[in-house]
């Protein structure tokens, strides 16, 4: 469903610190994959799901997207199949308005944003049951500033928001990093109920091995803009920590860090 | 009786000045956008009004054209900013600047159809002009209470029910969706992308929406003046974003009122206060000076320079 195709970026473009970071890099992730991706800093990670929403231009090659180039489409157009969690909490979630404006300016995605009220009575269960879902006790606030909320109870909302609508493609950028271990764990609980009833094709990008181990069905690791690991289904079931930490620490020494 | 007269200055300045600052609670407050197309923008209003009117076209119908020159210009200032990417202050100055010639070619043109600008620039209103206080909607209300402090009585119920009209529209539109949309561009343009919509669409609708407010505001200000002259934006940016702060800082904690309502008592409040000043006996001369020093204490008392509540957590 997506692929990127002889892939080829830099930063700094044009002075002394210009940095080849992608060099014909080629990716295929298939429908209803959970990807998986791992890699020290700089490995690329990051900029991968930037590419793919269309935060960064490519200098050459192509993305395409259910068949479709993509590539020259504006981040904002793409984000249309596209939902996307951010590692900020603060992102994915608009802080001056209530949890309940949130839900409603979210559920009128792919629609316009008319003149017309935002807020529809008749819908409200239906987001009270969403937001139950995270046990969090959100249901009860929903006229509560999102801005005070925590981060994990954002994160949560977020993500929820994100799978809301009719989304094909779900980009998780280390968004349980900036969580503390108990909210961590239920934000990739509940991702992962959430990419499974969607069906949801998911990239995840984490620095956690064992979030990246316990889910997903395709693991990548990514080293200096090359994907140097890339396991499949029962393959991947097959690996376990240790044998990720080895190839991690053997690249880690290899670049320095 | 010397008191009612000065609550008659204030009332109707405050409630004529609200207008810009509802709309910078639209581009200052909301989207965080400096504008200082305002200037050039109430006076495009003054001139819009002020030329309908002098030609003997319905008043209402230069109200909605001030409306509309107001929002358009508003509207070019976002597009600079969101396609050129020029800064916030610079595309109001470029636009303000730009509106300096445009008001006086414009106002030239109307009156007498003189492209070159060689005679007079000002539009006076005449005993045969009809403005909005000699139209026969508003014939019914007492033009001056001669017996209450000889209060302007028809021109001050005027400007209430703009201003009042003018809050209740924005309290509408900012609860629709296009309104919430443009709430969430001010605090995260990150979650409109993700929303699938275009953030800088949204900045430019606000700015027209400011804008349209103080041209609005200019044109109801000609009723006051009495005439329009090329000199009546001068100081109209320190008068809206007074009015604005002093309202939003003033009723922070008061949780019943909507924003709405503390700007447009924000307005009235400073207003007040100028009024006091003269009233003290300080000369016109240092009107805008005081102007800018009570701004500044407002600025103050709106907790350090930082008023805008999404700023501590977006």
């Known amino acids: 469903m997506l692929e990127l195709k002889n892939v080829y970026t830099s930063f700094n473009k044009g002075t002394v610190d210009e940095m080849n970071l992608f060099k014909d890099f080629n990716l295929k992730i298939n429908k209803g994959e959970f990807v998986s991706v791992i890699g020290s800093n700089g ?40 939902g996307r969690v951010f590692q900020d909490p603060k992102k994915g979630t608009c802080s001056n308005l209530t949890i309940l404006e949130n839900f409603a300016l979210a559920d009128n995605k792919q629609k316009r944003y008319s003149l017309t009220k935002a807020i529809s009575k008749k819908r409200i269960d239906y987001y009270k049951q969403i937001i139950s879902q995270c046990n969090m006790g959100l249901e009860d606030r929903m006229n509560v500033k999102v801005g005070a909320l925590s981060g994990g109870q954002r994160q949560a909302l977020a993500l929820v928001i994100a799978g809301m609508t009719d989304i094909d493609l779900l980009i998780l950028d280390e968004h349980t990093a900036a969580l503390d271990p108990n909210s961590s764990e239920t934000i990739m609980l509940l991702t992962d109920k959430v990419v499974k009833e969607k069906n949801l094709t998911a990239l995840m990008v984490t620095h956690n091995l064992r979030h990246a181990c316990a889910y997903g069905n395709r693991l990548l690791m990514m080293s200096g803009g090359e994907i140097i690991m890339d396991k499949k289904e029962d393959e991947k079931k097959n690996t376990s920590i240790n044998d990720i930490l080895t190839v991690f620490n053997e690249i880690s020494i290899e670049v320095g860090n | ?178 309104g919430l949309l443009l709430r969430a561009t001010g605090n995260n343009t990150q979650f409109v992308k993700m929303l699938s919509c275009d ?77 006091l000043a003269q009233k003290l006996g300080v000369p016109s001369a240092y009107n805008k000076f005081i102007m800018a020093v009570l701004f500044t204490v407002a600025l103050l008392l709106s907790g350090k320079l930082k008023f805008k509540g999404g700023s501590k957590n977006a």
Do not use: W
């Not at chain 2, 600047?97 to 005679?119: A, C, E, R």
């Open chain 1, 43 to 82: 490995s690329g990670k990051t900029t991968l799901l930037n590419l793919i929403c269309g935060t960064y231009d490519l200098d050459d090659g192509k993305i395409l997207f259910e068949g479709k180039d993509i590539t020259k489409v504006k981040e904002y157009k793409r984000a249309k199949h596209i």
């Open chain 2, 1 to 178: 009786m010397n008191f009612l007269s000065a609550c008659d200055v204030f009332l109707s300045q405050g409630f004529v000045y609200s207008l810009i600052a509802l709309g910078y609670y639209i581009s200052f407050h909301i989207l965080d956008f400096p504008d200082l197309t305002v200037e050039g923008t109430f006076l495009s209003g003054a001139v819009a009004y002020g030329l309908i009117c002098s030609n003997g076209i319905n008043p209402f119908l230069g109200i909605i054209l001030a409306f509309i020159v107001g929002a358009l210009f508003g509207a070019l200032t976002g597009v600079l900013n969101v396609k050129l990417k020029i800064r916030p202050l610079l595309c109001g100055i470029l636009v303000s600047t730009m509106l300096i010639s445009i008001n006086l070619v414009s106002t030239s043109v109307g009156l007498v159809g003189d492209f070159t600008v060689s005679g007079e620039t000002s539009i006076p209103y005449g005993r045969d002009v009809v403005t909005l206080h000699s139209t026969k909607l508003f014939s019914f209300i007492p033009a001056r209470l001669r017996d209450f402090g000889n209060i302007g009585l028809r021109d001050l119920v005027i400007f209430f029910a703009f201003a009042v009209i003018c809050k209740i529209l924005l309290d509408f539109y900012l609860k629709t969706k296009n």
């Open chain 2, 199 to 275: 953030p800088g669409k949204s900045k430019i609708v606000g700015l027209a929406i400011g804008n349209g407010l103080a041209a609005i505001s200019g044109a109801l200000y000609t009723e006051i003046n009495g005439n329009v002259n090329q000199s009546m934006g001068i100081g109209m940016i320190v008068i809206g974003l007074a009015s604005l702060i002093i309202g939003i800082s003033l009723f922070k904690k008061v949780k019943f009122m909507k924003d709405t309502t503390k700007v447009i008592l924000g307005a009235i409040i400073y207003q007040a206060c100028l009024t």
